[in-house]
Every structure is written in C-alpha cells, then in structure tokens.
C-alpha cells in the first residue's frame, strides 16, 4: 500500500507549503518548479509502458507492434481532440479520474466494484481541482474555440459542481465506512484513505495552484506510480534502485522532453505565446490513454 512513502510525500507537501507561506512564492517562481519536476518525475513515469508491457507478458512482447498500437492510439485521440474537442476532453477527464483513483486507492482491486468505487473518488477528486481552478482551466478549455459554452457559463457551472464534490467525497467514504470489509484487506487502510484524502483536500484548497499542481501530478502521483513500477521490476527501495528506474525511463523521456521544448517552441514564436498551456494540456492528454491501458495491468499485493 506504500503507506511510508504516502507519508514522507505528505511531509513534504506540508514544506512546500510552510516555504510558500513564509516566502510567498510568486507564479513565476512556481511555474519554474513545476516544470522542473514534471521534466525530472511527470514525464519519465509515463516512459517505462513498453518495459511494463515486456515485463508483463512473460511469453515475450512484440515491440515494434506494441509502439505500433501505442503510436496509432496517441495518434487516433489527437484527431478527436481536433474534431470533437469537448468530447476528448471528457475521455480525457474519465481516464484520468479512473488511473488517479488507482493510485491514490487504499483498498482491494479485485472487481468491478472495487474499480467503479476508486473511479468515482478520482472523478469527483478531478471535478473538485477544475471546479475550483475554473479561471484557469478557462484559458484552456475556452481556447479550443469550439465549445458551445461560453465562459460565464463555464463559471456557473463549476460554481454548481463544487459543493458537489465535496459533499460527494464525504458521501462515498460514509458509504465505504459500513463496507470496509467488503473494500479494504484490512480496517486501517480505510482509516488511512480518509486521512490521505482530507489532507490532500485541503492541500487543493489553500496551497496555490502551480505548488498545488506540481505537488500533485509531478510528487504524489508521480512518485506513488514510479514506485509501483519499481516493485513490479523488483528493484530496490534504495537510490540505486530508484536511479536505475530512473535510467531505465531515460530514452523514451528524451523524446518527450524534445517534443515538448519543440511545442515550446512553436508557440514563444507565434502571436499568441499563452497557447502554450492548451498545447501542452493536449499533448500530455494524448499521452495519457496508451499510458493508463498498460499501467493499469499493474497489480501490487496488500501489505
């Protein structure tokens, strides 16, 4: 369940927040970290699917087909980001919900119903940072240009969803309290899952934006992903370990942190530099759904 390296994360984020605190970082200075720890944690956990894939099909992976079918899935959910925008960025919300309850779930995945349940707590967890941070999200969903809704209806509505999800949170973990059983191996892991999610909630609530989104994405999610991968690999829970995970994810990284300084690129030369947050919105998204087809075959063993 990783519970120890839940905790040091946690640890950390309470710095981070304690420096912002005391030194009120400003965007820039944020913005700056994030994209550091995306390059160094965010990008490099989503590059080790094809070592995944060998590692799990013990007959042996064909890996000119596997890029193949990775390459035409990213290429098949680019063209619906191009034809049908708001239809992507549903799928995209549905993959992401469903692959970030994975990681943050404490409890048996066994079923359906185990899934459907840590599904609907990273839905509502994704609908809570959106609805909250609407003004931004606003800058990319507005700039697809082809959503029916303009941008005073994007604020009313997340104005509606955000006491929902809150109230929806509180709701599934008082169902969860009479299943526990039924959910977790073990009484305390769901104990665990409430502490875990009232603490992250509150990180979303008052830590700002970029430190929030850098913590999340590019620490916890990150960090908890690379480690399943290391134990999948048995590797050691030492810094050889994690430096060889981390040279094992080095080729398939470079290439992506080249596609992204060549949209970087591309978009500080064009008239409208601020499109560079669509862009690389888009770009992680279309990376997302090959992703989470293989990360998901990922199974760890209750502790």
């Known amino acids: 369940m990783q519970i120890k390296l839940r905790l040091y994360l946690i640890l950390f984020a309470f710095l981070l927040f304690l420096i912002d605190t005391v030194f009120v970082l400003n965007n820039s200075t944020q913005i700056s970290f994030l994209i550091i720890v995306l390059i160094l944690f965010g990008v490099p956990h989503g590059a080790l699917d094809l070592y995944i894939d060998q590692h799990l099909n013990k007959s042996g992976s064909n890996q000119k087909?596997?890029?193949?079918?990775?390459?035409?899935?990213?290429?098949?959910?680019?063209?619906?980001?191009y034809f049908f925008p708001i239809a992507a960025l549903i799928i995209f919300i549905l993959i992401t919900a469903y692959h970030f309850g994975e990681i943050d779930w404490l409890g048996k995945t066994e079923n359906f119903i185990h899934k459907l349940a840590y599904s609907i707590i990273g839905l509502l967890w994704i609908l809570l940072l959106l609805s909250k941070n609407i003004h931004f999200a606003l800058q990319i969903f507005i700039r697809?240009?082809?959503?029916?809704?303009?941008e005073t209806q994007w604020v009313g509505l997340a104005q509606q969803i955000y006491p929902i999800t809150l109230i929806g949170l509180a709701a599934i973990y008082f169902i969860l309290f009479f299943f526990k059983a039924y959910f977790f191996s073990n009484n305390?892991?769901?104990y665990y899952l409430i502490l875990?999610?009232?603490?992250?909630?509150?990180?979303?609530?008052?830590?700002?934006?970029w430190l929030c989104f850098a913590f999340y994405f590019g620490f916890w999610h990150s960090l908890l992903s690379f480690d399943k991968i290391r134990i999948t690999f048995s590797m050691p829970n030492d810094f050889n370990g994690w430096k060889n995970l981390l040279i094992k994810a080095?080729?398939?990284?470079?290439?992506?942190?080249?596609?992204?300084?060549?949209?970087?690129?591309?978009?500080?030369n064009s008239k409208d530099a601020s499109g560079i947050f669509t862009l690389l919105f888009i770009s992680l998204s279309v990376l997302a759904l090959p992703h989470l087809q293989i990360f998901t075959k990922i199974k760890l063993k209750p502790d």
């Not at 087909?65 to 980001?81: D, E, P, S």
Request: proline share 3%; charged share 5%.
């Open 65 to 81: 087909l596997f890029l193949l079918k990775y390459i035409a899935n990213i290429i098949g959910y680019a063209l619906v980001w």
């Open 188 to 190: 305390k892991y769901y």
């Open 250 to 268: 080095a080729p398939f990284s470079i290439m992506a942190w080249f596609g992204f300084v060549y949209i970087t690129f591309l978009t500080l």
């Open 144 to 150: 697809m240009e082809r959503s029916a809704f303009n």
């Open 196 to 209: 875990q999610q009232a603490i992250l909630i509150s990180f979303a609530l008052y830590m700002p934006l």
